[in-house]
């Protein structure tokens, strides 16, 4: 059974810095990617980046482009999310999720994974 597990997030001040994680297990294929997703207030899911396990390849979604790093440690089975210059409209819930390599797109659509963590929430204060 495959499990994701956030963790990380927090209370941070516009501007600063957090990194959240992404601890997976259970896989039985080894072609996945990993997306990262957050929820504000009020406001739809959107997805905001993801990693394939193929090829370490990334995308960023324009919102987070330039702010934010997702990256990977192999060993640990775990995917980072390292997120810098943060704003206000950056507080939301962040979930990871997993979808099969080969249905993944630069869409970051929700229906395209099929596993999700139970998110972490940030907070970014003004």
């Known amino acids: 059974e495959v499990q994701l597990v956030e963790s990380g997030g927090g209370l941070v001040q516009a501007g600063g810095s957090l990194r959240i994680s992404c601890a997976a297990s259970g896989f039985t294929s080894e072609d996945y990617v990993i997306g990262w997703f957050r929820q504000g207030p009020g406001k739809e899911r959107e997805g905001i980046s993801y990693i394939s396990s193929v090829d370490g390849s990334t995308y960023y979604a324009e919102a987070v482009k330039g702010r934010f790093t997702i990256s990977r440690d192999i060993a640990k089975n775990t995917v980072y999310l390292q997120m810098n210059s943060l704003k206000p409209e950056d507080t939301a819930d962040y979930y990871c999720?997993?979808?099969?390599?080969?249905?993944?797109?630069?869409?970051?659509?929700?229906?395209?994974?099929?596993?999700w963590g139970q998110g972490t929430q940030v907070t970014v204060s003004s």
């Open positions: 999720a997993a979808g099969p390599a080969d249905a993944v797109t630069t869409a970051l659509s929700t229906g395209e994974y099929d596993y």
